[in-house]
């Protein structure tokens, strides 16, 4: 996706002005490089005519040029595709909320109940598995397993039992336990077929569930449309889960799922572990898909998070080298405000393209930073000189922070590169030159 896109921005390069007519060629290359990230036709075709809509109307920018504004209303209508905003779960007003997953064979539904109950504990909920794939005893098993690992009760019948009076039994035990959630992992077909939707349905009549996610693998690409289409109509889900997206997926289902059947994709897999679910965040996806060391908003963001007097003041301690840790933790606040670690470090020179796994590496360590800084002195954080000078100091941030010394001279050796890089990218900034968007 990302070459096709490159090429639709460079054709503007030394434009002046999005106009009717010079968008035609960029806006073919948009238009090819959905399809062949497997986004389905008509979701294509409805958002290249919302692009090219918005594009002949936004006018100059001061400052900004056609490709960027381009960039921008092709990433906001991404985002806008994919639901905008995270869609949390939703619970019961009364417990258990009662989750039912569905999808087809090998999708990832059981890997997914697990790891959705370790989500879910994370956040203090109390819950229950049941395992309702009655076609291969190893799928119990499988379940049973996993729900040790992550220490949550699994609920089984055995594969005798209809996956309905499994449900049943499975509830009524949940509402002994006072569980706070019931997640139930089901059969899935290799296709969709009468018998699995007819279970289902059976299912969801004795579950009256509070979510019914349709678990989706990523590497379905445009089929996923279809995909989501038959599920909705046949038994009515409430979202989607997007598995696999640690893979080499290009995208496409995630871009369809939202656009065909109104219900917004609520979490993503990425990997094996039982750790690799997170909420689904359309911005970073937007950004994912775009793949490009995004500027321009990172610009604009940074403005927004900031306040302008901030900012102002951020840019003043940056030119004369005094950026501190409060600056350092107000900054990756922000960063981690925007939701999109990619493309701030991919507008950094030489960083290139980010995977999700470096991604998620950044984030973590968002978090250690924070934890560190948030144990220093006032005095400690506006000189961070301090802390290079004095091993006691770091010792004892190392010892009340829970980190190792070590870290604690990363971080400290990182903010004064900080200083440096920051001093590079306000300079391209103030310039008034934003560097190219491609690498
Ligand atoms: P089910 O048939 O829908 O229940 O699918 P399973 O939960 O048994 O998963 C099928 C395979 O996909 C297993 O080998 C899982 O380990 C793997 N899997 C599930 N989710 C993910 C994911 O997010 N990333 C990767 N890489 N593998 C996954
Ligand atoms: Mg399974």
Do not use: H
Request: glycine letters at 8%; hydrophobic letters at 40%; one cysteine or more.
């Amino acid at each position: 996706l990302t070459t096709g896109l490159e090429n639709a921005w460079n054709k503007l390069k030394g434009e002046e002005v999005l106009t009717k007519e010079n968008i035609v060629e960029p806006m073919r290359d948009i238009r090819r490089a959905l399809l062949e990230a497997d986004v389905s036709l008509p979701v294509v075709r409805r958002f290249v005519q919302a692009v090219s809509e918005q594009a002949v109307g936004v006018g100059v920018i001061r400052g900004v040029k056609p490709d960027q504004q381009l960039v921008k209303i092709v990433s906001d209508e991404l985002v806008k595709l994919m639901g905008g905003e995270v869609s949390e779960l939703t619970f019961a007003k009364s417990p258990p909320t009662v989750i039912l997953l569905a999808g087809l064979q090998g999708v990832g539904k059981t890997t997914v109940s697990a790891k959705l109950a370790l989500y879910l504990k994370k956040q203090g909920k109390s819950c229950m598995l049941i395992a309702g794939d009655v076609y291969r005893p190893a799928a119990i098993d499988q379940l049973v397993i996993l729900g040790k690992q992550v220490d949550v009760p699994v609920y089984t019948a055995g594969t005798d039992v209809k996956p309905a009076e499994i449900a049943r039994q499975g509830l009524q035990e949940a509402k002994k336990k006072n569980v706070d959630v019931v997640i139930m992992d089901t059969a899935g077909r290799l296709q969709i077929d009468k018998t699995m939707m007819d279970e289902l349905k059976d299912v969801k009549r004795t579950l009256n569930p509070t979510e019914v996610l349709l678990v989706v693998d990523a590497m379905t690409g445009q089929e996923a449309a279809a995909l989501v289409t038959t599920f909705n109509l046949e038994i009515g889900i409430t979202g989607a889960i997007l598995t696999k997206l640690d893979g080499d997926s290009r995208g496409g289902a995630a871009l369809s799922v939202k656009e065909v059947s109104g219900k917004p994709i609520k979490l993503v897999g990425r990997g094996e572990r039982m750790e690799d679910l997170e909420p689904f965040y359309p911005d970073r996806m937007a950004g994912r898909i775009l793949g490009m060391g995004d500027v321009l908003s990172f610009v604009e963001k940074a403005q927004e998070v900031m306040k302008q007097e901030d900012a102002e003041d951020l840019q003043q301690k940056i030119m004369s080298a005094k950026f501190d840790f409060n600056d350092f933790l107000k900054q990756t606040r922000a960063v981690a405000q925007m939701g999109s670690m990619s493309r701030v470090l991919g507008m950094i020179p030489g960083m290139g393209k980010v995977t999700p796994a470096q991604i998620r590496e950044a984030e973590k360590s968002l978090q250690i930073m924070e934890a560190m800084i948030e144990v220093m002195t006032p005095e400690e954080r506006e000189k961070p000189e301090l802390l290079a000078e004095s091993p006691a100091r770091r010792k004892r941030i190392a010892k009340e922070s829970g980190k190792t010394e070590q870290q604690v001279s990363q971080l400290v050796a990182q903010l004064f590169q900080m200083r440096v890089r920051m001093k590079n990218l306000m300079g391209v900034m103030q310039g008034g030159s934003v560097p190219a968007l491609s690498n």
